[in-house]
């Protein structure tokens, strides 16, 4: 009976991944500058170990990057607050509820708001006046596992924008709006879960209409592929746990690939610090660094980026809390 539940949940893993790969290869092409708010990166935990966390991501975090990691995690509520070094966007905040279900998978919901730094109107004259924009990124997210190592999730996402305006602006008539999904698969490799791989597919949907339909933005779809190795350590001591990661991203656009490298190395699984290195990905090529404290059911992770993103404005900086319960 083992070897039967292994096979089914290895076949289930292979057919999400057979499902995901041509689905987001058949998506649009090109990225708006509003639709980017989707690429937007979010969790300190996984933003210290450079985003690779397409295999080993845990908690509501990893949603964004693979929705199948939630399957085995535990119940917790999460609420992340981002420094974006675009030059634009002055607060980004996110909270999440993460809820396993007995015998079922798990759900998760989440809520994203982004808010801009108001900018001139383009009209000119005595009537000119500043306007902002705001996005809110609303999801739920369903995870099942197949057999004891796989695990497949999905998730639906809700995003749209709005204007404010002090004195006269040319805005859109109506709030632009658009749905998206987010596809992925897990795969222990390992029975300890030594090796663990992942695939997602994310973004996959309608292109988000600002001013008409010829203007449409296409969503930016892409596709992640990685894998997590965490290393025998016992042998120098039983306190100290370490995992490796690394993934490859592939815009569906066509361009070119992205790779992210991570790795973090904790103390009787306590203190945390970790490091990635990010090459062409969505948010720059360079340097990751974070750290993280578990104290009681409280998780507090911090992590910087120090990409050559947004060169002059500032470097990304990312704070995570988590409450298990």
Same mark, same amino acid.
């Given at each position: 009976?083992?070897?039967?539940?292994?096979?089914?949940?290895?076949?289930?893993?292979?057919?999400?991944?057979?499902?995901?790969?041509?689905?987001?290869?058949?998506?649009?092409?090109?990225?708006?500058?509003?639709?980017?708010?989707?690429?937007?990166?979010?969790?300190?935990?996984?933003?210290?170990?450079?985003?690779?966390?397409?295999?080993?991501?845990?908690?509501?975090?990893?949603?964004?990057?693979?929705?199948?990691?939630?399957?085995?995690?535990?119940?917790?509520?999460?609420?992340?607050?981002?420094?974006?070094?675009?030059?634009?966007?002055?607060? $980004?905040?996110?909270?999440?509820?993460?809820?396993?279900?007995? *015998?079922?998978?798990?759900?998760?919901?989440?809520?994203?708001?982004?808010?801009?730094?108001?900018?001139?109107?383009?009209?000119?004259?005595?009537?000119?006046?500043?306007?902002?924009?705001?996005?809110?990124?609303?999801?739920?997210?369903?995870?099942?596992?197949?057999?004891?190592?796989?695990?497949?999730?999905?998730?639906?996402?809700?995003?749209?924008?709005?204007?404010?305006?002090?004195?006269?602006?040319?805005?859109?008539?109506?709030?632009?709006?658009?749905?998206?999904?987010?596809?992925?698969?897990?795969?222990?490799?390992?029975?300890?879960?030594?090796?663990?791989?992942?695939?997602?597919?994310?973004?996959?949907?309608?292109?988000?209409?600002?001013?008409?339909?010829?203007?449409?933005?296409?969503?930016?779809?892409?596709?992640?592929?990685?894998?997590?190795?965490?290393?025998?350590?016992?042998?120098?001591?039983? $306190?100290?746990?370490? *995992?490796?990661?690394?993934?490859?991203?592939?815009?569906?656009?066509?361009? $070119?690939?992205?790779?992210?490298?991570?790795?973090?190395?904790?103390?009787?699984?306590?203190?945390?610090?970790?490091?990635?290195?990010?090459?062409?990905?969505?948010?720059?090529?360079?340097?990751?660094?974070?750290?993280?404290?578990?104290?009681?059911?409280?998780?507090?992770?911090?992590?910087?980026?120090?990409?050559?993103?947004?060169?002059?404005?500032?470097?990304?900086?990312?704070?995570?809390?988590?409450?298990?319960?």
């Amino acid at each position: 009976m083992r070897r039967r539940r292994s096979s089914l949940g290895l076949t289930g893993f292979l057919f999400c991944v057979l499902f995901i790969a041509p689905i987001g290869l058949a998506a649009q092409n090109g990225v708006g500058v509003e639709s980017a708010y989707l690429l937007l990166p979010i969790g300190a935990r996984a933003l210290g170990v450079g985003q690779a966390v397409v295999a080993g991501g845990v908690g509501s975090e990893s949603i964004g990057w693979n929705p199948a990691l939630i399957a085995r995690a535990p119940r917790e509520a999460a609420f992340n607050l981002a420094q974006q070094a675009t030059g634009v966007i002055e607060t $980004d905040a996110s909270g999440g509820l993460l809820w396993p279900v007995p *015998r079922l998978g798990a759900v998760a919901f989440t809520i994203r708001y982004i808010g801009e730094l108001p900018q001139a109107s383009s009209l000119t004259g005595d009537e000119a006046g500043k306007f902002s924009i705001t996005g809110v990124i609303a999801s739920g997210t369903f995870a099942a596992t197949f057999g004891k190592r796989a695990s497949a999730g999905v998730t639906l996402k809700f995003l749209q924008l709005g204007s404010h305006c002090t004195g006269s602006c040319d805005l859109p008539p109506f709030p632009p709006r658009t749905a998206a999904i987010d596809l992925g698969a897990q795969y222990l490799v390992t029975r300890d879960s030594m090796i663990t791989i992942g695939a997602s597919a994310l973004n996959l949907g309608f292109p988000l209409q600002v001013n008409d339909s010829p203007q449409a933005d296409p969503l930016p779809s892409r596709l992640d592929v990685g894998v997590s190795v965490v290393p025998r350590l016992s042998s120098f001591s039983a $306190d100290i746990h370490a *995992r490796l990661e690394a993934d490859l991203v592939q815009p569906t656009s066509g361009g $070119d690939a992205g790779f992210r490298f991570g790795a973090e190395v904790s103390w009787q699984q306590a203190y945390v610090v970790r490091a990635g290195y990010q090459l062409d990905a969505p948010t720059g090529t360079g340097p990751t660094v974070g750290v993280g404290l578990a104290t009681g059911k409280l998780r507090i992770d911090f992590a910087q980026v120090l990409t050559d993103l947004g060169v002059g404005l500032g470097k990304p900086t990312f704070l995570s809390l988590r409450y298990l319960f």
